[in-house]
């Protein structure tokens, strides 16, 4: 099955300072690359995804890159700001939203003001 | 966007007892949703894939009798933790994928529901 790994665990950034979290992935199948944010207590919230049609998506602050070759995919994140502090999760599916996702390990980031 | 809940949000029970968890989702229908365990500082683990009308899935370690399924209509799904123990206590988060409807296929998560068993 799928094996999704996700670097760094821990992650401190100085308020409006990029942070860059990066992803590897094992099954070549996978073509869904959702990423999440949890905040402490709360479900996880789809920040951003991208399919494997393209190699770039961006939104506002938030970009994300994919390398097929490689298998890996990064989350960017510019100007970042202290309400960004959250733990995010990369995650990677097959095909159609029908199939299950796998999820990194998650990376704490913390955003100091 | 898509909403997904989950009822109730927390709970505490003694040991031996049953729990029940719902996941409901709010503005589409949802022939498939997902349950998900994660314990403090750890990742979501896939626990099931519940299907609207027929049996669950069940990832390999998951005791299907202790943690039984129910997908009875289009938008909710239940979790019953059966004969509930301490080391079951856990946050469950369910999700569901909206496909189809003009929309690119997503996977929305629900709020999370905190399980501590006494």
């Known amino acids: 099955g799928e094996n999704v790994e996700q670097h760094p665990s821990t992650l401190s950034v100085q308020e409006g300072d990029s942070a860059v979290i990066k992803c590897t992935y094992s099954d070549s199948a996978s073509n869904y690359f959702p990423w999440y944010k949890q905040e402490l207590g709360k479900g996880p919230q789809l920040i951003i995804d991208?399919?494997?049609?393209?190699g770039e998506k961006k939104d506002q602050r938030i970009a994300v890159t994919l390398n097929k070759t490689a298998k890996h995919f990064s989350l960017h994140i510019t100007e970042t700001q202290p309400e960004d502090s959250a733990v995010y999760f990369c995650?990677?599916?097959?095909?159609?939203?029908?199939?299950?996702?796998?999820f990194g390990t998650g990376t704490k980031l913390q955003v100091i003001p | 966007g898509a909403v997904v809940s989950q009822h109730p949000s927390r709970v505490i029970c003694k040991s031996g007892t049953s729990v029940k968890i719902e996941c409901r989702s709010l503005d589409f229908q949802a022939t498939t949703m997902f349950w998900y365990r994660q314990f403090p500082k750890q990742s979501l683990m896939l626990m099931a894939t519940?299907?609207?009308?027929?049996?669950?899935?069940?990832e390999q370690g998951v005791e299907k009798d202790k943690f039984l399924i129910n997908h009875a209509s289009l938008t909710l799904s239940t979790l019953t933790v059966t004969s509930a123990h301490p080391e079951d206590s856990s946050f469950y988060i369910c999700?569901?994928?909206?496909?189809?409807?003009?929309?690119?296929?997503?996977?929305?998560f629900g709020p999370g529901t905190r399980l501590t068993v006494l």
């Open positions: 519940s299907n609207e009308g027929s049996k669950a899935t069940y």
């Open positions: 999700s569901a994928p909206r496909v189809g409807g003009g929309h690119p296929d997503t996977q929305y």
């Open positions: 995650a990677a599916s097959i095909s159609s939203g029908y199939q299950k996702v796998t």
């Open positions: 991208i399919r494997s049609n393209v």
